[in-house]
């Protein structure tokens, strides 16, 4: 089949068009189908409440890719923690911060470095052993190290670092 000129452009136009519309949609954020248990606040560009973006359990596990083999503080043995790895979470509301002020439903807050997070790997689980954290086992969202991967994280700053009850992140 032939192609003229006129055929090529148009072509080439239907092309940016399809790349334009899939890479828009995904930075599409969506909308919470169930109650939210997850707020992002501040430094980012993706939103679906006002200037923040709300985030309900199943457009987290959605995101939930990452998994941490390790023994804790918390539990006798070994656990296997499920959940969201900081560099997708921050990617899929569009941070544009340096640093999280992470809250809790009991009000404990703390402010971590993105850079610290990303380098030692940490994530917000949503799973222990592959059941959903519950408010009464430092659910719904809990910040954890690989603690067994490197001594340093087996210490005290880290522990305080690993926030349970998650429920506001504000990218500052
Ligand atoms: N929601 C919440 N997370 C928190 C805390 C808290 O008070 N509330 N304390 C932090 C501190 S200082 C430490 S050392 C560890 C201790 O966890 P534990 O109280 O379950 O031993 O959790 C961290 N995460
Ligand atoms: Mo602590």
């Known amino acids: 089949m032939p192609i003229n000129r006129r055929k090529f452009y148009a ?6 068009s399809m790349v334009f519309i899939v890479s828009a949609g995904a930075e599409e954020l969506g909308v919470p189908s169930e109650s939210p ?9 993706n939103t679906n409440k006002g200037s923040r973006a ?7 596990e959605m995101m939930s890719e990452a998994k941490i083999k390790t023994k804790t ?30 809250t809790a439903l009991d ?11 990303v380098k030692n ?8 052993d592959g059941k959903n954290l ?16 490197k001594p340093e994280l087996k210490n005290e700053k880290y522990y305080a670092r690993s ?3 998650v429920r506001r992140i504000e990218v500052r």
């Open 107 to 117: 009000d404990y807050s703390v402010e971590i470095d993105i850079d610290d997070l």
């Open 73 to 102: 503080p918390w539990y006798t043995d070994e656990v296997e923690f499920e959940g969201v790895s900081f560099p997708r979470l921050l990617s899929e509301v569009g941070s544009t911060g340096e640093k999280l002020l992470i």
């Open 134 to 149: 519950s408010v009464s086992d430092k659910g719904p969202l809990f910040v954890v190290y690989p603690y067994d991967s």
């Open 11 to 16: 072509l080439c136009v239907l092309l940016a």
């Open 163 to 165: 926030v349970w009850q």
């Open 54 to 60: 709300l985030l309900d359990r199943r457009m987290l």
């Open 121 to 128: 790997k940490a994530i917000l689980a949503l799973k222990r």
């Open 37 to 45: 248990i997850l707020v992002v606040a501040g430094n980012i560009t």
